[in-house]
């Protein structure tokens, strides 16, 4: 039978329960990069807090998305 005295709840060594901890703070940290990255893509299009005129009019967004295209396809 294998030594219990290095196994704690999970059934986890404390090496093994380290390196589930890093990889999990890895994704966790490549995550909150990718989430940062979006909204600061998405505020550059469009602001939350409108300006003193509103939130700009929808009227650029063919040409947009023509421009866009190229880069997706």
Not at 4 to 26: K, W, Y
Not at 36 to 49: F, K, N, S, T
């Amino acid at each position: 039978m294998a030594d219990s005295s290095n196994v704690s709840l999970s059934g986890l060594t404390e090496s093994e329960a380290r390196e589930v901890h890093s990889f999990f703070i890895q994704g966790f940290l490549i995550f909150t990069a990718i989430a940062i990255a979006a909204h600061v893509l998405v505020w550059m299009w469009r602001p939350w807090i409108p300006g003193p005129n509103g939130y700009a009019s929808l009227e650029g967004i063919g040409q947009t998305a023509q421009s866009l295209l190229p880069m997706i396809g």
